[in-house]
């Protein structure tokens, strides 16, 4: 059976990303961003923008690529909008990363200048320019007309769990594709309040800081220190968030706290990042029982969102693979294929294939290197198309919706079998009620074996094996158990299994 294509849609455009602030006159005495514990309104975001696109035009700034040194603070959200209305695409610099990775992203992407607002290194090969906001001018006429025309809107390097980072390039035709979607699908509306849980260098950030000021809405940025999984919790009790993109993580990390909170704001609930389980989305709604609950998926290669389910009590765990609720359908305009280890088209539904992507989202390669081994050429109907291959691997089911079956490099050869990492963490999970991870290291021998991480609790390694052994091959057990207070995290909020390795 030929798998379908995603029907084009004309998407409707009375909004996108570079519509923010189209329409500021219309609320520019409402709250824009909270940062730092204080209010700012559009009309000083809009100030502030103003200033910061008028001091690159005196400099005659025409790069662009315009590196950003980013915290969690008001000025970061001012400079990123400012570098996107002047026209050039933005490369997010965590202030607190360490020096190696800021220089390996200045060397790799290039950009033409560096933004910050502290004075920058005298060693940098790139210019810098420092911004500070002090006596900032009052400025009659607010439309910015951009200096610069780039097809880029950022660059953002991945967190580097699986080797070298690598530079992806989100367009502004597709992030504004992206928009167009979440402004038809979501009812996002200038009341709503956004939460901001995510660095600057992970794409979801993109969604949490625009879409509120698409709308009118007021985007909330987390406290700079503390626990950042309660921070986050305390925020959207606090601030009443009503719309939230979370890692799934979060649960597992705050579900003793949620029992006790009251969430009736939250009306939008979205996870995205990595697998969202069933019993762990079900616990939430216990606490935010107003807020429906949708698991997006999407490789920063194909600009944020590539496909939605929203959570349905009845279906969901029918339509879930390993307790993991389904991905969804592709959203519009894109078209996907399932392909196997010769890289062939899989015809016939659940059957588990790589899914590969392609449309306005997809980026065509990464900055300065060509990874041959990410894009498929495919010819259908005589024509040549290029997909993103996401090394996610899935099955389509009678439904049309992805089942998320596992990644394509968590599929590994243990004693001659073929091994999904995910049904073992599934059934860990399910004894256990931890969060755990299982990777794969080699002994002094050579051989692979399975080690499997988890979070300590009154559960007996003994009994855990021994139950295990009822429900999978003895090749599937983990030949070791080690638990720990807390798992490494990178900076995106996603378990580190590189870090478990190499421990």
Not at 332 to 337: A, E, L, R
Not at 465 to 494: A, C, S, W
């Amino acid at each position: 059976m030929d798998q379908p294509k995603c029907v084009k849609k004309t998407l409707s455009t009375r909004r996108s990303y570079r519509h923010v602030f189209a329409k500021a006159d219309e609320y520019l005495e409402r709250n824009a961003v909270y940062a730092e514990g204080n209010y700012y309104s559009y009309r000083t975001l809009n100030r502030h923008i103003k200033y910061i696109c008028e001091t690159l035009k005196s400099n005659d700034v025409r790069a662009k690529r315009i590196a950003i040194v980013c915290s969690d603070d008001f000025w970061t959200v001012a400079t990123i909008c400012a570098v996107l209305k002047y026209g050039a695409a933005y490369i997010p610099i965590l202030k607190e990363s360490p020096e190696e990775r800021k220089n390996y992203i200045i060397k790799d992407a290039r950009p033409g200048l560096i933004l910050s607002p502290d004075s920058a290194s005298d060693s940098s090969p790139i210019p810098s320019l420092q911004i500070q906001f002090e006596n900032i001018p009052e400025f009659k006429d607010v439309e910015i007309a951009p200096s610069v025309d780039h097809s880029e809107a950022c660059i953002l390097y991945t967190s580097g769990s699986t080797g070298t980072p690598k530079g992806v390039p989100m367009t502004k035709a597709g992030i504004d594709h992206c928009f167009e979607w979440l402004f038809d699908y979501f009812d996002f509306n200038e009341n709503d309040r956004f939460l901001q849980p995510f660095r600057w260098t992970f794409d979801i950030s993109i969604f949490s800081l625009l879409a509120p000021l698409s709308v009118g809405a007021c985007c909330y940025l987390l406290p700079q220190k503390g626990v950042r999984s309660l921070i986050i919790l305390d925020s959207l009790i606090k601030h009443r968030i009503t719309v939230v993109c979370l890692v799934p993580s979060i649960i597992s990390l705050t579900q003793k706290y949620l029992p006790s909170l009251e969430g009736n704001a939250l009306r939008i609930s979205i996870f995205g990042g990595e697998a969202l389980y069933i019993d762990m989305a079900e616990l939430w709604k216990k606490t935010f029982q107003n807020a429906t609950v949708f698991n997006i998926y999407g490789p920063s290669e194909t600009t944020i969102f590539i496909s939605c389910y929203e959570l349905n009590k009845q279906n969901s765990p029918i339509e879930s693979c390993n307790n993991i609720i389904s991905l969804g359908r592709v959203i519009p305009n894109h078209n996907f294929i399932l392909i196997d280890d010769q890289k062939e088209t899989i015809q016939d539904k659940m059957t588990t294939g790589e899914l590969c992507i392609n449309g306005p989202q997809a980026i065509p390669n990464y900055i300065n290197h060509i990874h041959k081994d990410r894009f498929l050429e495919v010819v259908r109907e005589g024509n040549k198309e290029i997909f993103f291959r996401t090394g996610d691997l899935v099955q389509l089911n009678d439904n049309d919706n992805l089942l998320f079956i596992g990644r394509n490099d968590e599929q590994v050869q243990i004693q001659g079998h073929r091994v999904e990492l995910k049904e073992i963490e599934f059934h860990i999970k399910k004894r256990t009620g931890s969060e755990n991870a299982v990777v794969v290291k080699e002994n002094k021998a050579g051989e692979k074996v399975l080690i499997a991480y988890a979070i300590k609790s009154h559960w007996s390694e003994k009994r855990l094996r021994r139950d295990l052994q009822e429900h999978l091959p003895p090749y599937m057990i983990p030949r070791q158990f080690v638990l720990m207070d807390v798992l490494p995290r990178n900076t995106n909020g996603k378990v580190d299994k590189k870090t478990l390795k190499e421990l």
